[in-house]
């Protein structure tokens, strides 16, 4: 028997595993012509997605199609997301942190690029895009001189209108009594053309500014922002009533090893623009530390690790739960850069002593942006700088559980795979088996060792859970008779099946995840509904109703 000894019956895996959504925008169609102009116009104001372009998917976990009515008022279809996992807004506006990437300056972050993952549609070539109007007013410019160039002299440039200056003057009058008119109802009807272009085209900017102001209203109105959480709760610490009956929930158990986390608000450049609230952090740390005694990461953008960090402090937990930092790296220069440089700062001010350990980069192999030597050398950088830094710190990677190898098990201090079971299309009741067959037999000859023993604590499942709603996923097939079946009653069969038993043996993971993500419902496609709904709990921090953790005869993590 291979790596960590087994705890559960075993069952043959069915499918590779995938991890949840990467989402990923893409391009508009280019328009031209007046009739494409009209169409574009009919079909905005009848709230009707035009045509698009769209990326192709080959994975079928959490990658799904957007149409127009996914997108209310004051949503992003711009809005970039390089973690993919921002914990949805609790106590604030859920359309907080949602910018247009063209109102901001360029630095060289946007426009990233997954091939292997979205088919979201794109909102880019809809009517009330600026992106998608641009063109189409050209494209209009251009038809309106091309017309106009017609309308006023028949013929062609290679093939001018000849006249027959023999013409007797009684012809010659009664000819230009007709160009006469002729040359009136042509006027008359580029007078209405135009009429109806510049109609159409005041219309759209009207009609955005509106929207765009109605929007601004809705978002001033509709949650609190950092600013207002602060001048109207100041700020939250262990004496805090508020905190004191999150703390106080006897429906929470502290029998997870670790929680996967993004606080809202934290993806840049979004942020610039409404930065985080260190209160809702500290909240949302308030519930975590009933859960689990870890929280992992996944980007160090907008102070995100600081204000966990004082979450951490101001709830006195400092000796209590620890902090796995993830690094977001992907093929963007400028992104990983910064991503590194805060990383190295929030070390700098913080030191080593609130950290378990070091994540950099998360699925960069899966998304084939680097391949493993580049991150290998990455993470010889890091371990470089920290000893310069005198800091002591494990430098990890995590990845898709099919993707570990040696080479790269040999770069990673920890063993990080993600294993989602939902995604082989597995039942819930078998789900517990698959996760830990496929952890040992994919994993297994890869297992860190101390001592030539199995070290299980460097040897984590970095992903792993169930949504409580939305669908079936039949793994690779195209239909299935059980499947993977989202539902409150199929998480609490594989967190039974799963939990105490983990928690026995000493099985090391992260539970994807404590909150729901709302935001992610732009994702969802008809029967597969589940992307924003993986959380135990729900947005306001509400243990979702019928969900229960199991309390393990009230053993927990240490």
């Known amino acids: 028997m291979r790596g960590i000894t087994r705890a559960f019956p075993v069952t043959t895996p069915t499918a590779s595993v995938k991890h949840p959504l990467r989402p990923w925008q893409v391009g508009p169609e280019g328009t031209e012509g007046i009739y494409r102009l009209l169409l574009l116009e009919q079909r905005r104001r009848e709230d009707m997605p035009v045509e698009h372009t769209s990326r192709g998917n080959n994975s079928p976990m959490r990658s799904t199609t957007s149409s127009l009515q996914n997108y209310g008022p004051g949503t992003d279809p711009y809005g970039d997301d390089p973690y993919g996992y921002s914990s949805s807004n609790r106590s604030v506006d859920r359309r907080l942190g949602e910018v247009n990437p063209n109102d901001i300056e360029d630095d060289g972050d946007d426009g990233l690029h997954y091939p292997r993952y979205s088919q979201r549609n794109s909102m880019l070539s809809s009517g009330t895009s600026d992106r998608g109007a641009r063109p189409a007013i050209g494209g209009t410019a251009a038809a309106g001189a091309g017309m106009g160039g017609y309308f006023a002299k028949s013929g062609t440039a290679e093939r001018p209108v000849e006249y027959d200056l023999a013409a007797t003057d009684k012809e010659r009058s009664e000819w230009t009594k007709h160009e006469g008119m002729s040359k009136r109802k042509k006027s008359f009807i580029i007078f209405v053309l135009l009429f109806v272009i510049i109609g159409a085209i005041v219309g759209g900017v009207v009609g955005g500014m509106v929207a765009n102001t109605d929007n601004k209203k809705d978002d001033a109105n509709d949650g609190d922002s950092a600013k207002k959480d602060s001048e109207k709760n100041g700020v939250l610490d262990k004496n805090s009533q508020e905190i004191k009956d999150l703390m106080d929930n006897p429906e929470l158990h502290r029998v997870f090893p670790g929680m996967d986390y993004t606080p809202i608000n934290t993806q840049y450049p979004d942020c610039v623009h409404n930065p985080p609230s260190q209160n809702n952090v500290t909240r949302d740390m308030a519930v975590l530390s009933q859960l689990t005694n870890r929280v992992r990461t996944y980007g160090t953008d907008c102070n995100q690790t600081a204000m966990v960090i004082e979450a951490i402090n101001l709830l006195d937990l400092k000796d209590d739960v620890k902090i796995w930092m993830g690094v977001w790296q992907d093929k963007n220069t400028t992104t990983n850069k910064r991503q590194l440089d805060q990383m190295y700062q929030t070390l700098e001010d913080y030191g080593d002593e609130h950290f378990e350990g070091l994540i950099v980069a998360n699925e960069i192999l899966f998304r084939e942006e680097m391949d493993v030597t580049e991150l290998g050398d990455l993470l010889d950088e890091v371990r470089t700088e920290l000893d310069k830094m005198n800091l002591d710190l494990p430098v990890a990677t995590s990845d898709l559980g099919d993707d570990w190898t040696s080479a790269l098990a040999d770069t990673s ?146």
């Not at 939902?422 to 860190?448: C, L, R």
């Not at 589940?530 to 009230?554: F, H, S, T, Y």
């Open 413 to 558: 201090d920890y063993l990080m795979s993600n294993i989602h079971p939902f995604f082989s299309g597995v039942t819930a009741d078998k789900a517990a088996a698959w996760t830990m067959e496929f952890f040992e037999d994919q994993n297994g000859q890869f297992f860190k060792t101390t001592g030539g023993k199995t070290d299980k604590k460097r040897n984590v499942i970095s992903e792993t859970g169930w949504p409580t709603g939305g669908g079936t996923n039949c793994g690779g097939a195209s239909s299935c008779k059980e499947g993977s079946v989202a539902g409150v009653d199929e998480l609490n069969t594989f967190m039974n099946d799963w939990i105490c038993p983990a928690l026995k043996n000493g099985t090391n993971y992260f539970w994807f995840s404590a909150f729901d993500e709302p935001w992610k419902v732009r994702f969802n496609e008809k029967g597969k509904e589940w992307e924003d709904k993986w959380g135990i709990m729900d947005v306001d921090r509400n243990l979702k109703k019928g969900v229960k953790i199991p309390d393990c005869d009230g053993q927990t993590v240490s």
